[in-house]
């Protein structure tokens, strides 16, 4: 039974670039949220996909979107990176409606130079 | 919204002693509290986690206590082992009546575990 897998594992970019990272939920859920977790914090809550729709959304901006496909899987797309984007992107998975478990995915450590 | 404080920020016990971590939230219709744990460049681990119905939960040497009038709620590991030595993160969330199970995080207790 395959966890929650998230790739790429790293990635660099350079300011004003646009990067895509991707979320597969672990087996059986169908709700997928991301995280932002910088050096020493705690995670912030990006946004949350259900039924390929954004059910919540944190404080982030616009330039920050995502989207969920018919399998559940899901992508994170931020535009116009600013050095302060470098962070631990997080992919949570969970089932639906029924269980607030969250089971996080390993990340993608995304450096912006 | 929700604010999460999370004490100490770092705490540091020798083998076999206990170890508390507490929490307080400022939601009042906060009512799921998970804890995780996340060791240096891994994913964070679901460890325990306690709904408001709920005063008290045990998992063998971990445990979680939790006040709503307060608002605060507190991690309790016993028996420490070096292998406890992590980051830990405390979180709470309004769960599915608040339309998702947005989580908001601490800012982590760094444990350190020493022989």
């Known amino acids: 039974d395959a966890g929650v897998t998230q790739s790429p594992t790293h990635l660099i970019k350079t300011r004003g670039q646009q990067v895509t990272l991707r979320c597969s939920p672990k087996s059986g859920h169908d709700t997928v949220s991301w995280y932002q977790q910088a050096l020493g914090q705690g995670p912030q809550f990006i946004f949350q996909?259900?039924?390929?729709?954004?059910?919540q959304r944190g404080n982030f901006p616009d330039r920050f979107s995502g989207h969920q496909f018919p399998n559940y899987s899901s992508e994170l797309n931020v535009n116009a990176l600013l050095l302060g984007d470098s962070a631990l992107y997080l992919c949570?998975?969970?089932?639906?409606?029924?269980?607030?478990?969250?089971?996080f995915g390993s990340g993608t450590q995304l450096s912006v130079l | 919204g929700e604010n999460v404080e999370q004490h100490p920020s770092t705490l540091s016990v020798q083998e076999g002693d206990s170890a508390v971590i507490k929490c307080t939230y400022s939601d009042s219709a906060s009512n799921y509290f998970p804890w995780y744990k996340q060791e240096l460049g891994k994913r964070p681990q679901l460890i325990i986690d306690?709904?408001?119905?709920?005063g008290e939960k045990k998992d063998q040497r971990i445990a979680v206590t939790l006040n709503k009038t307060a608002k605060h709620f507190s991690l309790h590991i016993t028996e420490t082992q070096p292998e406890d030595s992590a980051v830990y993160f405390c979180?709470?969330?309004?769960?599915?009546?608040?339309?998702?199970?947005?989580?908001?995080f601490g800012t982590g207790t760094q444990l350190k575990v020493e022989l």
């Open positions: 949570a998975s969970s089932s639906g409606a029924v269980n607030e478990k969250l089971f």
């Open positions: 979180a709470a969330s309004r769960g599915h009546t608040g339309g998702g199970n947005k989580l908001t």
């Open positions: 996909y259900y039924e390929e729709e954004e059910r």
């Open positions: 306690i709904r408001s119905n709920v």
